[in-house]
């Protein structure tokens, strides 16, 4: 009688691992369609998203700062509101540890576009003028 019972529970507990590993599947095979269609309609959509999931705009709310332009961002502004949201929210001091991170990876986003852009910008006059290596004499 007993191994009737845990044949049971095994089998049942087989059906909804299975049916939750199937529906994480698709919810998966769903998200990476979406990925692939951004993408397509716009080549830097893969970029958009930070290790945090923070996109540009929302970055630039968080701080209330204006998108960099071309790549340049008045970077005085952005520490200056990072510094003061990050200590308003300083949970020391009463404020939300979340709320503190979300200003934190605004600004690590912010500063993560501006950085991309200046590298392209290097790279571009770089291929500009031409590959010179660097050749160092004794």
Request: proline share 4%; charged share 25%; aromatic share 8%.
């Given at each position: 009688m007993?191994h ?5 529970v095994?089998i ?8 939750a590993f199937a529906?994480a ?8 369609k ?6 397509v309609?716009?080549?830097g959509?893969m970029n958009n998203f930070?290790?945090?999931?923070l996109?540009?705009d929302e970055?630039?709310k ?6 960099p332009?071309g790549?340049?961002a ?5 520490m200056?509101r ?5 200590d ?6 009463g404020?939300s540890?979340?709320?503190?991170s ?5 600004r ?10 200046a590298d ?5 006059a770089e291929?500009k003028?031409g590959w ?6 004794d």
């Open positions: 007993a009737r019972i845990i044949t049971q095994v049942v507990g087989t059906r909804v691992f299975g049916r529906e599947w698709r919810q998966a095979a769903a998200s990476q979406f990925a692939q269609q951004a993408s309609n716009s080549p959509a930070a290790s945090s999931g996109t540009l970055a630039c968080i701080l209330n700062v204006k998108p332009q790549g340049k008045n970077m005085d502004v952005v200056e990072f510094k003061k949201l990050f308003v929210n300083d949970p020391s001091k404020g540890f979340y709320l503190q979300k200003v934190l990876r605004a690590e986003r912010i500063e993560m576009e501006v950085r991309e852009a392209a910008v290097a790279r571009d291929l003028e010179k290596p660097k050749v160092y004499k």
